[in-house]
């Protein structure tokens, strides 16, 4: 099943890649996100800062692997769509009824869209997590201590406070980088990358904030094949059995 990125408000042809209806997927989201925002972070209705790099008329991972398609079955679209504030308002104005949203939708109306300027984000990120989310660095391997993380619950952008990753999905990749073979519906854009040496690689961002988390190859374990390579600085840790984030 297909999921375009369409932020002025288009529906995906997919709600939940695992067959779920929307009831439930809504229900499973809003006790995984209490609104843990940090300090600072003022959800707006406009774009957030964004690299010119074409965006991604993406395909949820769990998807993918159900069509048997790679990243490279993936298209492009301009780069003007990305970060875009996403269309959730009611008919006529009136109330929004959550099962009629894309999971993005759902997200988007539970954090917002996030906007700062850089010096904002500087006050509200330390100086590595400015380097990871709004510089597009990566952090040394093996430094972070979410590598070791094994309690239940969700990895969130340090950025936003936006679920990305369950931990049922991490697994030991040896990279020395937390590693996920799977992401939280709507959580993430994909977008294609050449600074490495022209080397081409798929960029992953935080759907709300446009946070730079890592990328995402072709090489993870079953069910998926992906690997969702990510900085630990560019995540926080939201346990299940007090919601507080770490």
């Known amino acids: 099943m297909w999921v375009r990125?369409?932020?002025?408000?288009?529906?995906?042809?997919?709600s939940k890649s695992n067959g779920s209806d929307a009831s439930a997927d809504d229900a499973e989201f809003q006790s995984l996100t209490p609104d843990v925002r940090p300090k600072g972070a003022i959800p707006i209705n406009s774009s957030p800062t964004r690299r010119g790099a074409m965006t991604l008329i993406v395909a949820t991972?769990?998807?993918?692997?159900?069509?048997?398609?790679?990243?490279?079955?993936y298209m492009f679209s301009s780069p003007s769509?990305?970060?875009?504030?996403?269309?959730?308002?009611?008919?006529?104005?009136?109330?929004?009824?959550?099962?009629?949203?894309?999971p993005k939708q759902r997200i988007a109306l539970r954090v917002g869209n996030v906007s700062h300027t850089e010096a904002?984000?500087?006050?509200?990120?330390?100086p590595g997590e400015f380097f990871v989310l709004r510089e597009a660095g990566t952090e040394r391997p093996f430094t972070s201590d979410l590598l070791f993380e094994k309690r239940?619950?969700?990895?969130?952008?340090?950025?936003?406070?936006?679920?990305?990753?369950?931990?049922?999905?991490?697994?030991?990749?040896?990279?020395g980088?937390?590693?996920?073979?799977?992401?939280?519906?709507?959580a993430v854009d994909l977008v294609s990358d050449r600074s490495y040496f022209g080397f081409e690689r798929t960029e992953v961002r935080c759907s709300q904030c446009q946070g730079h988390l890592g990328h995402v190859f072709e090489d993870g374990p079953a069910p998926t094949g992906l690997r969702y390579c990510m900085n630990g600085l560019a995540l926080g840790f939201q346990a299940k059995e007090n919601g507080s984030i770490a």
């Open 177 to 186: 980088w937390p590693s996920f073979f799977d992401v939280l519906p709507g």
């Open 120 to 126: 904002e984000w500087r006050e509200i990120l330390s």
């Open 5 to 14: 990125c369409n932020l002025d408000g288009g529906d995906g042809v997919s």
């Open 61 to 73: 991972s769990a998807a993918l692997g159900a069509a048997g398609l790679g990243l490279a079955s």
């Open 81 to 102: 769509d990305l970060g875009a504030s996403v269309n959730i308002s009611g008919p006529s104005g009136g109330p929004i009824d959550p099962t009629s949203l894309s």
């Open 152 to 175: 239940p619950g969700t990895f969130v952008c340090r950025g936003c406070g936006t679920p990305l990753f369950d931990l049922e999905t991490k697994y030991e990749s040896g990279t």
